[in-house]
């Protein structure tokens, strides 16, 4: 699911649209933190995956949809204006790459670093301090730090600033050494 977070033509331009009005009009913080929201319910909701993404619910019924949400989120009215048009002209689907692009476009001009750190378990805040200050050394600059969990790493980090990612989990050391023993 956090896959689906990259950067589209279709959603750079939303985006664009978007951050510009939010920009202009004062709601650029706001808007964020509604995104911000908004990417973490795309991430735990199936329902909300399958309205913006199911080629039977109408434009209208995405946009119905959206706007609910919106509402029930009490998100700004630019963003439920936003998600509304969204829907209403079929590109519900896009929202991920409209959050990811909003996202960099918002890091440009803020000059805001965004870090995101999965690991198999919960990281305590002693752990989530230390990969902070780790990567403040690494960046030269204090990293906005979105912490996720997923079993399936076994164990160990992935840690991805911007485009890079750095695998040190379990998982990935694994299938490496699976591959070189099937070469040999």
Not at 68 to 89: C, E, P, Y
Not at 146 to 166: E, M, N, Y
Request: charged residues 25%; neutral net charge; aromatic residues 6%.
């Amino acid at each position: 699911m956090a896959d689906d977070f990259r950067t589209t033509e279709v959603g750079g331009r939303y985006a664009q649209a978007l951050f510009d009005l939010a920009d202009e009009t004062g709601a650029l913080d706001a808007v964020r933190a509604d995104l911000a929201s908004l990417k973490a319910a795309w991430i735990d909701s199936a329902d909300l995956r399958r309205l913006a993404t199911s080629p039977l619910i109408s434009s209208d019924d995405q946009a119905k949809g959206l706007a609910a949400i919106a509402d029930k989120a009490q998100f700004t009215a630019t963003t439920r204006n936003f998600l509304g048009l969204l829907g209403q002209n079929g590109r519900a689907a896009d929202l991920p790459g409209v959050i990811a692009a909003f996202e960099a476009l918002y890091a440009k001009k803020t000059g805001v670093v965004a870090a995101e750190v999965t690991s198999a378990v919960a990281l305590s805040a002693a752990q989530t301090k230390t990969i902070q200050s780790e990567l403040r050394a690494a960046l030269g600059r204090d990293p906005e730090l979105t912490a996720r969990v997923d079993p399936s790493i076994l164990g160990g980090l992935k840690v991805k600033v911007g485009s890079k990612l750095f695998d040190a989990s379990l998982k990935t050391k694994l299938d490496q050494m699976t591959f070189a023993l099937k070469r040999a």
